[in-house]
């Protein structure tokens, strides 16, 4: 089974004609609330392509956090590690989108950065009867690094999805099974700028002499670049027609978790996770365009 430790938020969106300057007040069109979050979203991929999931994250005492609380177990995830804080209010983001589909947002992570240490502790059974760890960069990183540690420690395959980027640790890179930027992410972190296989080769490396052991750059359209011991190379992604690419590096995630935690090799995985980010982008949304494993059985 798969742990997601990581962020929950609700995404609240008004559509617009265009976006208010300060100290405007416009109408705007349509409101639309859906969950979000990278936590949740990478944990309701990995469970709805195959993956059996438990969530630990941080809720306020409020609405949005008893939400998420129903939505997530209706994806069929454990929210046993879906704690309450009572100081902080739930994660939320408000997002303005205007004619152009250009969009503004702000993110207000309350409730989700004070998932502590202590809390992971409190939970920590779950990542012992896990086999895979997921994590990105919406908690604090001293609970990040806690869990990576634990879970090496104990030879648990952790998989960091360094979003949003910031730098980190060389005790948590040691740590890593597999971290999986994308060329942003990659840029930020190496101070390489991936153009080419030669170009993510150095990158990769990079990431090696600080101790992780497999590489995975995703590269949109192109798929993802995979570097490990065995295999160092392009993994391309089915070619489709693109028609909103949020919850694609999301989803390449929890389908990654999901097909390693069901016993596939690297190649497979990263294989079934192309294919599976692939078709997302195909659909309007986040967590609303994260396929099954039925519908991706089906063509597009
Ligand atoms: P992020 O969404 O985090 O910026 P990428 O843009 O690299 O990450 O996309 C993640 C994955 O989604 C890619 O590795 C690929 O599998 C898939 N993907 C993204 N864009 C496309 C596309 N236009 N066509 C096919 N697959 C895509």
Redesign the pocket.
């Given at each position: 089974s798969i742990l997601v430790a990581g962020s929950s938020n609700t995404d609240m969106v008004i559509m617009a004609d265009h976006f208010p300057s300060p100290g405007e007040t416009i109408l705007g069109g349509r409101f639309l609330m859906n969950p979000g979050g990278k936590g949740a979203n990478q944990a309701v991929a990995a469970a709805r392509l195959g993956g059996n999931v438990a969530f630990l994250s941080k809720i306020g005492k409020d609405v949005f956090g008893e939400e998420t609380m129903a939505h997530l177990k209706t994806e069929g995830i454990d929210v046993s590690g879906v704690a309450v804080d009572d100081q902080q209010p739930s994660g939320v983001a408000q997002i303005i989108v205007d004619k152009n589909a250009e969009n503004c947002i702000v993110v207000a992570p309350g409730a989700n950065m004070t998932l502590s240490p202590k809390d992971a502790d409190t939970h920590i059974q779950l990542l012992e009867n896990a086999e895979v760890l997921l994590m990105q960069l919406e908690i604090p990183i001293e609970t990040i690094v806690y869990l990576a540690e634990k879970a090496h420690e104990w030879r648990k395959k952790t998989i960091l999805?360094p979003?949003p980027a910031q730098k980190l640790p060389d005790e948590l890179y040691a740590c890593l099974y597999a971290i999986t930027p994308?060329?942003?992410?990659t840029a930020f972190l190496t101070g390489i700028k991936v153009t080419d296989e030669i170009t993510a080769g150095q990158a990769a490396d990079f990431f090696h002499k600080k101790g992780v052991k497999t590489v995975i750059?995703?590269?949109?359209?192109?798929?993802?670049y995979v570097s490990s011991v065995d295999f160092k190379g392009i993994l391309s992604?089915?070619?489709?027609s693109?028609l909103d690419?949020?919850?694609?590096?999301?989803?390449?995630n929890g389908a990654l978790a999901a097909a390693l935690s069901n016993g596939k090799d690297l190649e497979s995985a990263v294989a079934f996770?192309?294919?599976?980010?692939?078709r997302?982008?195909t659909k309007m949304g986040a967590q609303s365009s994260i396929p099954t494993l039925e519908e991706l059985s089906k063509p597009v």
């Open positions: 999805n979003a994308n060329e942003t992410e750059i995703t590269l949109g359209a192109a798929g993802a992604a089915p070619a489709v693109a690419t949020t919850a694609a590096g999301d989803t390449f996770a192309n294919k599976a980010a692939a997302a982008v």
